[in-house]
Every structure is written in structure tokens, then in C-alpha cells.
């Protein structure tokens, strides 16, 4: 018992405890075990359920061969005849592909240096950015990465929905390989570029560019690629025109990474970081050139239907002339500023002229090509077209289309009729038609009477001629809208579109050819192949001497008529006032050989202006507008009309004059050669209307009332000379000139 330290009882006890220590090690050791084979176990599973789910998603996946065919929704652009561009039209996506050599090489690198670094590197799958983003977001607990490359975010795009779960991200990756191994690592760039989402409506890198910068992508600067692959983590959160700051933040952000990365200098670095971001200037209208630009979207959709015009990528092309178009809409600006403003009128003065809304239309007559469109004063506060949507009376600008049938029914310009109150019995009653003046002029030639806009003589020549055949002659011109077959049609009764009256004047500036107006050119698909191309189609209508008399007369109303407000001198101009009862409208519209120009004034609820007339404010308008388009274009001169003979004539005695007839009486003006005046004035004298022997005339007289007593007509003159000089024909206005009463305000006019 002494060799122990201990009693046996505490040994014994001590040998137990460890006993026990070492049971309950024995049991955790088998309890890990078991727990082991259970994880084991449970691994496998879920290996073999991922195996399962990857497996499952694989079969489900878009075949990947798709995205060479995938055609995105891409902006139709509509260009003006320079090249300017008018409009892009989409729906939800604005969009414009372009090839990967067409963008920028610093949007190249600012987007794999921002997005996606190892892009050269992995076959569509960074597991170290998995890793990372792994990290960051479950261990850490924070949503901070995404870990996509850019192969699995074109993938997700393209082919998946952008909601965050774990089956979409499997699916993502499995579609990343795949694309890896069908494209190339440039055609992966350009199919993402082309692809994602900028903000305000605005997808692929060319529609960013030009919304934020007004530049292509291939221009895109240092500073500028930075800013935009900025916005790829929140367009509309970092957007440069909502969030300035935030957008420098952003892009600075993106300049330090390429500088990490050496893909920059730091001089470039710096320099960009301290460039200021300009900014292209926000569009306030859907389109340039508003009014114009939507009667080309109204047709395109009337061609091919609102889903092909807003997706599909078309490029159509214009005749508009952004120059031209540019003064036409600061011309009506201006005068409508003027209308706006206080002015004298026959010793009284009034606050306004009550002129709210006026238009302004070009056409060129040999083509058809529309040079300007200014549909109303500003398209912000109405968007109403007054030349193809509204239809107003045309005054006397209506009255040419009489004369025409006039002329070629047999009268001429030298024909002389009785300016004398009348009345006509009518289905609708009594009618006495009577003149702007209010006053009668006496026996006038129509061309005369045309001049001075004389109502009475115009509405006399309708009744000889029938209204019935001045509506043909409408027809053949152009003018498409319902003619009332009434006495008043002449004077603009009824209602036409300014679209119309220009078509129909056109026809009248080509000596009778018909080439309708036309706005679009060409239109192409988004490869460049051309789905439609305008063919110029002339069309003879009216026989050519019958309309160079009417131009010849018209020519008349600018010189010394109720046109001269609007002459721009040295060119060779016709053109007709209008104005409508109690100043509702008024009209001028006037031409050269290769320009047509329409202008209307008026109000949209049909009020009275303030003794607005034709020959006034439209005048003043059409000659401002002119005088800046006609030294642009190659001056040109009208043919002189065939078939006629310049004859002094007694318009009292309606015949030849004679040496007794008052000077005031005597005109010399042309008659066609088949209806010339034979007898001489009665009135006056009984001796006959040539020149008698002996009289010294000029020589350009004497080739028409020749001391031998015989009349040379104009076609034997061109057989006995031929001569290529266009000027050649025209013969000299008369020396003496028939005297009115009335004096003709140039300032207002008719």
C-alpha cells in the first residue's frame, strides 16, 4: 500500500474518466464519419441534379446559328436631298447597325476594360469575375457584381430575360460557350455594341453617339467613348442629360481602368479627365423640317405600314432643300411677325393684321421635286398643314385656269371686252359680279383685264365659255378637288389645297407638261438595296402656244399689274394675285421656268384679315423668298407663244386703230394669227390700223406693221431666221400703253 501515491479507489476512478473521455471521442469520430457519408451522399445528388438541370437547360437552349440571322429593330432615317437627316423613326428602340470598323477604337477598349478585361482570354466564361462576384455576392452580402463576361451578357440579351436567377445565369453560360465557339471575338464586339441599351430610347453605340454627341461612332473621342461605356451599368442613372455629375463620376471611373490597365498614357488620362463633356443640343421636335418630314412618314406608312417604317431599318431619301427650306420658314416667321404688329390702313390704325397662319411652297416644274414645305406658322403650336391638309377658295388666283380654256377656245390677249356692270340670271338667283375697286374700267384686252384682276371681265369670259370647260382644263392641270360648275368658279369659289394649286401652276411653268410634285426619291432597306425609286413621268397635258399666251399675260400682272410687289427684276417671272371675300385668304403664286413658288395667308378659324389682299403680304413674301432661291438657279426665260401677231387695236372701236383713234385707246397687244382683227375702228375714223406709208417706226415694229401694208406673222419670221437664242422670239413690250384710272398701290396690290 505505501508504494502508491494514490488509493487504489482513486486510480480506479481516474482510469474510468478516461475510459469515458476516450468512448466519447470513439462515438464523435464515427457520428463525423456518418455525417461525412451523408454529405458524401448529399453532394453527389446535387451534383448529379446540377448534371440533371444543366442537362435539361442545354436541350431548352436558343440554337445560337440564330443570332447571325437575328435582325434587330433598327430607326428608318429620312434624308433631305443633301443628305441632312429629317427624321429617325422607331418604336421603342432606336437603333442603327453598324460594323465593328465603324466604331471608335477607344469605345472598343473602354468597354472591354469596363466590362470585361479577360475578354481575349476566356472562351466565354471569366471564372475568376464568377469567383469574384461570388464573393462579393453571397459571402459579403452585398449586390455589387454581376460577373458576366461580355459574351454572356450579348447572350442574355439576345436570347434570355434579364431576370436574376440562378437557372438564367446557368443558361447564360452554357449560350457563352456556344457563341464562343460559332463567332469571333470581333464579331462578338460589334454583335454587343450594336446591341445594348444607351438610355432615352437609344440602342447600339451609332444611335448613342449621335443622340449624345451629334456624331457617328467611328468619331467618338477618348472622353467621349468613356462617357458612354458609363452609362452600360445605368443609361438612365449616369444619363449625361439628367445627371451631369454623375455621368463625370461614371466616366472617370472607366478613364482610370484604362489607365490601370496601360491601354492609355497617363498625359491621356489627365487630358481627358479634365475635358469638359459637351453635349449634342436635345431635339424639341420629333423631325426636322416638321411639316414636310411628316407628310413623308404619313406616305411611308400609307407604302409599306407602320411596323415596317418604325423596325425595320429603311433609308429613304428626299427632294427637300434644307437651304431654300431654311429661308421659307424664316420668311413666314418674319411676316408673320409683321402681321402681328400695328399698321395704318386707309387713315386708320389697327392693332394687328389679324393674320395668323400663313405657308409657303416650292416646287421645282420640270421635275417635280418639292424644294420647301413651311405648312403653317409653327408646327409646336399646330401641327395642321394648311398645303395638304386644308383646302381654302383661291380668290383670283383661281382666274388663269379661265383664261387658259379662254385662250384656247379662240380668244386672245388682245381680245376686248366690256369691264360694264351686268347682271346674269342664274339657277341660284341674280348675279352681279363686281370688281375689288368697286369701280368699272370700260372695254379692257383679257390681258388687261387679267393684270388688273378685273372680277367682271372674268366672270363675262365664263359665261362664254362655259364654266364646264374651265373645269376640264382644272382636270388636265392637276387640280383634283370638287369644282362647282357656277359663274363664280372663276373667282376662286371653290375650295383647293395648296398641294393642288401648286401642282396645277406647275404644269402651267412647263408650257402644258404635267410632272406631279414628289417628296421621296428613293428608299432603301437596311442593306442598302432599293426597294423603291421615283421615275420622272412628263406628261404632255395642254397644247404649249396656248399656255405661253396665259404665261405671257401673266408676266403682265408682275410688270404692271396687281403682281409688281412680288417682281424680282432681271428674271423672267409670272404669277396671280388672290384674294377671297371679306379678306379670308390670300394668295400669290408665281413661277420661273425652273421654280414654282405657292404663298397663302390666312387664319384656321376662317376669320377676316384686315384688308389682307394677295398683292400685298403674299407678294411681299413670295419676293423675299425669291429673290434668295432665283440667283441660285440657272436663269432661264419662257419660250414666246407661237402662232401670234401683235396688232394695234382701238379697244373702244374693239378694231384695228387708226391715226384718228386717242392715244389713251390705242394698245398694242398680240392676237392669234388665225383670229386677228381685219376691220378698223368705226368709232373714229374709217381708215384702217396699219401704219400708214411714210411714218417712221422702229425696226423691231416695222417687222409686224411693215410700210408696205402687210402683216409678217411670228412663225414666218422663225422660218426665214433660225436662231438657238431663247430671247430671239420675244418681242419688246409696245411703246405705248393703255391708260387706266385706277392707280394700283405696289404695295398692296390686288
Known amino acids: 500500500m505505501g508504494l502508491f501515491k494514490k488509493p487504489i479507489d482513486e486510480v480506479k476512478s481516474a482510469h474510468l474518466t478516461s475510459y469515458g473521455r476516450h468512448l466519447k471521442r470513439q462515438k464523435l469520430f464515427f457520428g463525423l464519419q456518418k455525417i461525412m457519408r451523408y454529405l458524401g451522399v448529399a453532394a453527389a445528388a446535387g451534383a448529379l441534379l446540377f448534371l440533371i438541370i444543366v442537362v435539361q437547360i442545354s436541350t431548352q437552349l436558343p440554337d445560337v446559328d440564330l443570332i447571325s440571322t437575328y435582325v434587330p429593330n433598327e430607326t428608318t432615317k429620312v434624308y433631305a436631298a443633301d443628305g ?60 455589387m457584381q454581376g460577373g458576366s463576361t461580355i459574351t454572356m451578357q450579348l447572350a442574355r440579351s439576345i436570347f434570355l430575360n434579364k431576370r436574376k436567377k440562378m437557372i438564367r445565369k446557368i443558361a447564360e453560360m452554357l449560350l457563352a460557350l456556344q457563341l464562343e465557339r460559332k463567332y469571333t471575338k470581333e464579331e462578338i464586339l460589334e454583335f454587343y455594341l450594336n446591341q445594348v441599351y444607351w438610355g432615352h430610347n437609344s440602342y447600339g453605340i451609332e444611335s448613342a453617339a449621335n443622340l449624345y454627341f451629334g456624331k457617328k461612332a467611328a468619331e467618338l473621342t477618348l472622353p467621349e467613348s468613356a462617357t458612354l461605356i458609363g452609362l452600360l451599368r445605368g443609361p438612365e442613372l449616369y444619363s449625361p442629360f439628367n445627371h451631369p455629375q454623375r455621368a463625370r463620376w461614371r466616366r472617370d471611373i472607366v478613364l482610370r481602368r484604362l489607365l490601370t490597365l496601360n491601354l492609355i498614357s497617363e498625359e491621356d488620362y489627365y487630358q481627358a479627365k479634365d475635358t469638359p463633356i459637351f453635349l449634342a443640343a436635345r431635339r424639341t421636335l420629333r423631325y426636322k423640317h416638321p411639316y414636310f418630314t411628316s407628310y413623308v412618314v404619313k406616305q411611308l406608312i400609307d407604302m409599306y405600314g407602320s411596323e415596317v417604317v418604325y423596325n425595320d431599318g429603311l433609308k429613304v431619301y428626299t427632294t427637300l432643300d434644307v437651304d431654300l427650306q431654311k429661308k421659307a420658314e424664316d420668311t413666314v416667321e418674319y411676316y408673320m411677325m409683321e402681321a402681328s404688329r400695328p399698321h395704318w390702313i386707309k387713315g386708320r390704325e389697327v392693332s394687328s393684321l389679324n393674320a395668323t397662319q400663313a405657308a409657303l411652297f416650292s416646287v421645282d416644274p420640270k421635275t ?91 366672270v363675262r369670259v365664263s359665261d362664254i365659255l362655259d364654266p364646264s370647260n374651265i373645269i376640264v382644263t382644272c382636270r388636265k392641270l392637276g387640280l383634283q378637288s370638287y369644282l362647282a360648275p357656277v359663274l363664280s368658279l372663276t373667282l376662286g369659289a371653290s375650295e383647293t389645297s395648296i398641294l393642288e394649286h401648286g401642282a396645277a401652276f406647275c404644269t402651267l411653268a412647263g408650257g402644258g407638261v404635267r410632272v406631279d410634285p414628289v417628296s421621296i426619291l428613293r428608299i432603301e432597306d437596311r442593306n442598302g438595296n432599293v426597294l423603291y425609286k421615283h421615275q420622272i413621268a412628263p406628261r404632255r397635258v395642254y397644247e404649249a402656244r396656248y399656255v405661253y399666251a396665259l404665261i405671257y399675260m401673266l408676266k403682265g400682272v408682275m410688270q404692271k399689274g396687281t403682281g409688281q410687289g412680288a417682281n424680282v427684276p432681271g428674271y423672267d417671272l409670272a404669277g396671280k394675285t388672290g384674294t377671297t371675300t371679306d379678306y379670308r385668304d390670300a394668295w400669290f403664286i408665281g413661277f420661273a421656268p425652273n421654280i414654282v413658288t405657292v404663298v397663302w395667308v390666312g387664319n384656321d378659324d376662317n376669320s377676316a384679315m384686315q384688308e389682307v389682299t394677295g398683292g400685298w403680304l403674299p407678294a411681299q413674301m413670295w419676293h423675299m423668298f425669291m429673290s434668295y432661291a432665283l440667283p441660285k438657279l440657272p436663269k432661264e ?114
Open 84 to 143: 441632312t437627316i429629317l427624321a429617325e423613326l422607331h418604336q421603342e428602340e432606336n437603333r442603327v447597325i453598324v460594323p465593328i470598323s465603324q466604331i471608335s477604337d477607344f469605345v472598343k477598349a473602354a468597354v472591354i476594360s469596363s466590362e470585361d478585361a479577360n475578354f481575349y482570354r476566356h472562351n466565354g466564361l471569366d471564372f475568376n469575375g464568377i469567383f469574384r462576384s461570388i464573393f462579393v455576392n453571397v459571402i459579403r452580402g452585398e449586390k
Open 368 to 458: 417635280g421635286y418639292i424644294k420647301t414645305w413651311v405648312g403653317g406658322r409653327d408646327f409646336l403650336e399646330r401641327e395642321f398643314d394648311h398645303i395638304a391638309q386644308a383646302k381654302r377658295q383661291t380668290g383670283s388666283s383661281f382666274k388663269p385656269y379661265t383664261y387658259l380654256t379662254a385662250l384656247s377656245m379662240g380668244l386672245s390677249p388682245g381680245t376686248v371686252v366690256d369691264d360694264l356692270p351686268i347682271t346674269f340670271n342664274t339657277t341660284q338667283g341674280p348675279y352681279s359680279p363686281r370688281n375689288y375697286t368697286n369701280d368699272f374700267k370700260g372695254p379692257v384686252t383679257l390681258k388687261r383685264a387679267l393684270e388688273l384682276s378685273l372680277n367682271v371681265v372674268a
Open 637 to 750: 426665260y419662257f419660250p414666246y407663244p407661237r402662232g401670234m401677231v401683235k396688232q394695234r387695236i382701238c379697244i373702244t372701236g374693239k378694231a384695228l386703230a387708226t391715226p384718228m383713234c386717242p392715244e389713251s385707246d390705242v394698245v398694242e397687244e398680240l392676237m392669234w394669227e388665225n383670229n386677228i382683227h381685219t376691220s378698223s375702228c368705226q368709232e373714229h375714223s374709217i381708215f384702217g390700223g396699219l401704219v400708214p406709208a411714210g411714218r417712221s417706226r422702229p425696226d423691231w415694229e416695222r417687222t409686224f406693221y411693215p410700210d408696205a401694208g402687210s402683216i409678217i406673222f411670228l412663225s414666218d419670221m422663225e422660218e426665214a431666221a433660225t436662231t438657238n437664242n431663247v430671247q430671239s422670239a420675244v418681242i419688246p413690250a409696245a411703246g405705248r400703253k393703255q391708260i387706266d384710272s385706277g392707280k394700283i398701290d405696289v404695295n398692296r396690290g390686288l
